[in-house]
């Protein structure tokens, strides 16, 4: 009987101990977890903008706090209280490095060159100094300024800077060089091995953009290897030489189509599906910014040349399970793009009285719906290239000055897929045509000539 009750009460004991100690562990945890939650959690207070306080005249306040409790160290009059440091006083403009101070009058080429009321032209000379210059120049020591309105360049650096943009002002407000142009020819062809005959005519040049080849011709050999070109069955002219482009004047065309595909699905009763979809929109075409700039040497030319091409292959399906109440086992199809790309963006220097050949390579070519400008010379891209399509591209770019001059036009795309002798069978036609300002092409640009 004794052995029961001591058993009884060891057993007892034994449980008002474990039930302390739980109790004790418990306290513990939740006092532990309330010391570390956040102050936000625990205020539940709405997030509040930092400018809550009023207007005050311009002070530092080093190490304050504002009534969100935040740490101030500047009370701003119009940006009110600011964690970061501010100061107002213009007369601290970093000059450490012996910055000064130019304004360039710009005015003969903004004023001068008949530029439609909505186009900015010294966004042109802004953008060419950047890319001459680079753009670390302007954010990073030593300290400068660039900007631009339609009258004036003003730029605030070190002399090296100063003369690097002093010389391409000029090159800009030159009327030397306001009657030159550029005519660009677009070949495109199948296969890449048309290198093969023309190797002899070319004279190869560093072109910085991976994939991308250059190559200078003189104006013989480039009509020659035209020729070539044109006795092929897979060569397809996609932009004949039927504008000029004005030096200094920058040339935008964008032709590009959005093309809506179903991305995803989320479950959602609320709905009347059963499931919420989510549709996105790509740009599918191509862009092209073309920007030719002789040197006042009078000997070369420069060129700036973005292209920028989007092409959807083909839209790959996808099957989502979407269940819901009253179908537990729907599906919906989505789809997944299949996308290529090519991007090029250079600054090229080639001698005026040569040829520059650029061979993109086979690059991806997509159709576009819009109806391109009747007044570009990419009008015929739309036209030419089928949807999905590839092929070797080739840009012919020539230097000329004459405006008066009659470029012989190579027989249309129709044309050229028949035999090569269908080629040579059709005579050539003198074309003129309007550019942007109004111009006539018509090129003393010999190397077209003979063409058929």
């Given amino acids: 009987m004794c052995y029961r009750f001591f058993i009884g009460c060891f057993f007892v004991f034994g449980l008002l101990y474990f039930f302390h100690c739980s109790v004790g562990a418990q306290q513990a945890?939740?006092?532990?977890s309330a010391a570390f939650t956040p102050p936000d959690i625990v205020t539940s207070k709405p997030l509040q903008p930092l400018v809550t306080s009023p207007a005050t005249p311009d002070q530092t306040?080093?190490?304050t706090t504002s009534p969100l409790g935040r740490r101030v160290r500047s009370r701003d009059s119009v940006l009110g209280d600011r964690i970061a440091k501010i100061t107002t006083d213009l007369e601290k403009i970093p000059k450490s490095h012996d910055q000064i101070w130019r304004e360039y009058d710009i005015t003969p080429y903004t004023k001068?060159?008949?530029?439609?009321?909505?186009?900015?032209?010294?966004?042109?000379?802004?953008?060419?100094?950047?890319?001459?210059?680079?753009?670390?120049?302007?954010?990073?020591?030593?300290?400068g300024i660039l900007t631009a309105d339609s009258e004036k360049l003003y730029v605030y650096h070190t002399k090296e800077v100063q003369l690097v943009v002093a010389d391409i002002v000029d090159r800009f407000v030159n009327p030397q060089f306001f009657n030159e142009s550029c005519t660009i020819r677009i070949i495109s062809l199948s296969r890449p091995d048309w290198i093969a005959k023309g190797h002899q005519y070319l004279r190869p040049m560093w072109i910085a953009s991976p994939g991308i080849q250059g190559w200078i011709l003189e104006r013989e050999g480039a009509q020659a290897l035209l020729q070539e070109l044109a006795h092929r069955t897979d060569f397809k002219e996609i932009a004949p030489p039927q504008f000029l482009i004005p030096n200094g004047i920058a040339h935008n065309v964008v032709s590009k189509k959005q093309r809506t595909y179903l991305r995803d699905v989320q479950v959602n009763s609320a709905t009347l599906n059963g499931y919420a979809e989510d549709r996105v929109t790509i740009d599918e075409g191509f862009g092209v910014s073309f920007v030719p700039l002789s040197f006042l040497?009078?000997?070369?030319?420069?060129?700036?040349?973005?292209l920028d091409i989007i092409q959807i292959e083909k839209m790959i399906p996808l099957m989502i399970d979407a269940p819901t109440a009253t179908n537990p086992r729907q599906r919906i199809q989505i789809e997944a793009p299949q996308v290529a790309c090519f991007k090029l963006d250079e600054m090229i220097r080639w001698p005026k009285n040569k040829?520059?050949?650029?061979?993109l390579g086979t690059i991806p070519l997509p159709n576009s719906s819009e109806q391109a400008e009747a007044q570009n010379f990419f009008s015929g891209l739309a036209k030419n290239i089928t949807p999905s399509s590839r092929a070797n591209v080739l840009l012919f770019i020539e230097c000329v000055t004459n405006n008066n001059v009659v470029v012989p036009v190579l027989p249309s795309s129709s044309s050229n897929t028949g035999a090569s002798s269908s080629v040579n069978s059709q005579p050539s036609t003198s074309v003129t045509a309007p550019n942007r300002l109004g111009t006539t092409i018509g090129a003393n640009s010999s190397y077209w000539q003979g063409i058929r």
């Avoid at 945890?29 to 532990?32: D, I, T």
């Avoid at 060419?128 to 680079?134: A, E």
């Fill in 297 to 306: 040497d009078g000997l070369d030319i420069a060129a700036t040349i973005k």
């Fill in 29 to 32: 945890q939740s006092s532990g």
């Fill in 61 to 63: 306040a080093t190490d």
């Fill in 355 to 359: 040829i520059l050949l650029l061979d």
């Fill in 112 to 143: 001068g060159r008949n530029f439609p009321a909505t186009v900015q032209p010294e966004q042109t000379i802004v953008d060419w100094v950047l890319r001459q210059t680079g753009i670390k120049t302007w954010h990073s020591l030593p300290f």
